[in-house]
Every structure is written in C-alpha cells, then in structure tokens.
C-alpha cells in the first residue's frame, strides 16, 4: 500500500489530539473529505507480491529451458502469462516477434471498435431496367456492403426471397456493385458467379447440393413445400460496376442483413480465416488503421504491433505477447459492455473445433492460435480456482510445429494444475453464441427484408 503523505497522516493525528485538548480558535479545521486514504494497490510493491508465484515461474523455467535443450533460440520464444493486469511470468515479453494468425487478435480488436457486437453488414438486391410478370427486363443488380461471411446458404435463402418478391427470370446481366465477396472469394466478379449459380437450381453441383442440406428444412418448410429450391435464372453475364452505379438502380427488391458482427468473428477466429480477416481489415481501414486502433484502445506501445495485412500471412506481421495479451484484454472489455464475453469471439478448447481441434489445453480455455512455416503461437485465457482468470501469450520460432504445440499444451496444463482446476466456470468466460444454432445459423430467411427505397 503506498503511503499518502506525512504531512497528511501528522494532520490526522493532531486533528485527533486537538479534539481531545481543545482546538485554538485561530486553528483552521480538517478537511477529511478531501483526503484520499484509499490503498495505492498499483504500486511497484504491490504488483511484484501479486505476481510473485516461484512455483509457476519454475514451471515456466523448465519450459523454456526444455526449448533451450531442443536447439530453439531462447530469445525467439517469446511468452507473458498474467493474472489480470499483473505479469507473472514472461520471456522477451515486449519484444515483437512473427504473430501468425494471432494477427486476428488485432484485426478483431480494431473491428469492434468500428462496429458494436451486434452490427450486421448489409447486402441490397435491386434491378435497372423494367419488371413483367416476374421477369426483370434488365438487370439484377447486388451492392455488397462488406459482408465476409456470404456463403452458399446465404445465396439459396436469398433466391427463395426473390421468388418469394415474383421474381422468376432475368433476360440482362448480374451486376456486382462494391465490396461483394461471398465463400470466401475475394474476387468480386467470381463471386458474382457463385451467386448467379447459387439462385438457379439448374446450375447446382455437389457443393451447392450439399449447402442446401445443410440447411437444415426451416427454408423448405417457411417456403410451403419440402423441395423448394430457387430457379431464377439470368440470362447474361456478370459484370462489375462501380460503387456510383448503385445510383442507376430502377428499384430495389431486398436487403440481406448479416449474422451479427460477433458471430462472423467467432467463425473467422474458429477456423483461422484468412480471406474474412483480410476482408474485415480492409473494411476498417487497412493494416495501418487496424495498428492505429488497438495501440489506442489496448494502451500498446508504438512499435509492439507491427502488421502488413489482417490475416497475420508473412512473417512480416509481428506483436509482442505482452501487447496479445493486452489486445484480448481489451476485446473481452468491450464485449462485457454488450453482454458478450471472450468465449463468444474466440474457440472454447473441448467446445469448438476448427484449429484447437485435438489439443491437449486447459478445459475451457478460450484461444487463438496462429502458425506458419515455422512460426507457432497460442494465446487465450483460462479459468483457475485459486488465481481466476489466466491470461497467456506463447509465441515460438522454429521447426517442427507439432513439438512446439505440444510443449504449449503441456505448460498451460501445468500451471492449471499449479493453481488448481476451476470447480465454475466464471461468467467472463461462458458463451452464448454457438455457430450453426438460432439466432446465428446460415442461410436464416429472417434477414432477408423486402424493401423498396434506397439504402
């Protein structure tokens, strides 16, 4: 506890004694309400007993020395793990080194910073030209707005909207305008085909087939019958048009709205995805805003994040694990003020599949792992008994990446055991957004609106 002042503390005392003996009518009385006595429990002192836990520091020890015998370079394996904002142990810990897909960390800190939780990204249908009987004597036109995650089901749930609007056939082209991606296609004009292929049942392959059954039977049956499958098709070609042809537009049929900015980014995180973090970053402004964003918000240093793209591909992209940590931190900061928690963002170890699928890490644990040729990285949290919530950043440098993975396992394990496996799962860490499951499954007809004015 740091102390507050002598003068203060002797001001105290003679104010008592004054009391006691009679107060001189020349004396000035005390102003306590302005004496700050609360403990400083940010002091140097009080954050190096905080963080003073030999056992865990030897386990952590052994695990770099252990690294060290392997032939890994002690100064390429950087490492913080803290109890809150108290580091317990680190090594190179403010030192940026190649982050991998713990790049995403970044990109999703900066992404909810620009949008809430909640937002979704919006898509508009609409056509130029005349509409008879169901046929758009013209074009149909698509406006993209952003949105990463537009995939198969979200195509086919669209078509049966359209149809369910009258239309049926269109004698012109598909005309992609803006930011249109969809399965993942950064190119615009061969989303623009997947999407004219997905609204016409007659142009199906397996991929498509298979999508549609994956939807499960809510479209067919909200459509009244149990094959219902779109058939609208376009007679020409796609083609791109600029963000100012969406002024041309004769009249507007629908907007698709997105599964909420959450869920689209547990599934980038999910499965690591590098074309929707690319999407995402370039959506708030490049590499260079997304670094902007999280030094603001996540109180970084200048120079402990360092990124060329939001994906975190090349090892150009480089973050200190002191600055991973601080990143997730903040992340699970914002979403506590919308009702989400880190769970909701990041895969659950034992919950979630995709890259933590087969790992031997604490239970429940919340990660994010990155990797590239000889680059692994895991960061994450996870809950203790005795010292609540843990938060780590483990990046290392070198070969063999199934060796590396399974030392990171073995010494979070380690140091759950240390501190003692959680008996409740804390309410910071539990999910309630499970992708596939209402309100967050693809392809749900709810957010297609027929409309009729201008976005």
Do not use: C
Not at 28 to 56: F, G, H
Not at 336 to 360: N, Q
Not at 390 to 414: C, E, P
């Amino acid at each position: 506890m740091q102390i507050v002042g002598v003068g203060i503390v002797s001001g105290v005392i003679a104010g008592f004694l004054s009391g006691l003996l009679g107060t001189p009518e020349s004396a000035n009385p005390l102003n306590l309400s302005a004496v700050d006595i609360r403990p400083r429990w940010e002091s140097t002192w009080a954050k190096a007993a905080i963080a003073n836990d030999p056992a865990a520091q030897s386990i952590v020890a052994n695990y770099l020395s252990g690294l060290s015998a392997s032939g890994y370079l002690p100064e390429e394996q950087g490492l913080w793990v803290s109890v809150g904002d108290y580091p317990v142990a680190e090594n190179f810990g403010s030192v940026p080194v190649p982050a991998a897909s713990l790049t995403k960390v970044a990109t999703t800190l900066a992404a909810l910073a620009t949008w809430e939780p909640t937002h979704q990204f919006e898509t508009w249908v609409g056509w130029r030209g005349k509409v008879e009987n169901g046929t758009v004597l013209g074009d149909l036109v698509v406006v993209g707005g952003d949105d990463p995650l537009f995939v198969w089901e979200e195509a086919i749930a669209l078509g049966k909207a359209l149809q369910q609007r009258g239309i049926r056939q269109v004698k012109g082209d598909l005309v992609v305008v803006g930011n249109f991606n969809m399965n993942f296609e950064t190119s615009p004009s061969k989303s623009g085909a997947l999407l004219k292929q997905a609204l016409n049942v007659n142009e199906w392959d397996y991929a498509v087939e298979t999508a549609y059954q994956n939807l499960g039977r809510k479209v067919a049956k909200e459509a009244g019958r149990e094959d219902f499958k779109p058939t609208i098709a376009i007679s020409g070609e796609v083609k791109l048009a600029p963000i100012s042809q969406k002024e041309s537009v004769n009249g507007w049929l629908l907007r698709h709205d997105s599964l909420p900015v959450v869920a689209v980014l547990k599934a980038m995180n999910i499965y690591s995805n590098n074309p929707m973090a690319e999407q995402m970053a370039q959506a708030v402004g490049g590499a260079g805003a997304v670094v902007n964003k999280v030094e603001a918000i996540a109180n970084i240093s200048p120079g402990e994040v360092n990124l060329i793209n939001g994906s975190g591909l090349g090892e150009e992209n480089t973050i200190s694990p002191r600055a991973t940590v601080l990143m997730l931190q903040a992340i699970q900061s914002q979403l506590l003020d919308s009702g989400f928690t880190l769970s909701d963002i990041f895969p659950i170890a034992g919950a979630d599949g995709g890259t933590v699928l087969d790992r031997g890490l604490p239970e429940n644990a919340v990660v994010k792992t990155g990797s590239l040729a000889v680059v692994s990285s895991l960061a994450g949290a996870f809950p203790t008994e005795n010292k609540g919530i843990v938060w780590f950043s483990i990046m290392n440098y070198g070969s063999g990446l199934d060796a590396l993975r399974s030392r990171q396992d073995q010494v979070l394990s380690a140091l759950e055991q240390q501190w003692g496996k959680a008996q409740t799962l804390p309410p910071e860490l539990r999910s309630s957004v499970v992708i596939g499951q209402s309100p967050y499954h693809f392809g749900d007809p709810a957010r297609n609106h027929p409309v009729d004015q201008k976005p």
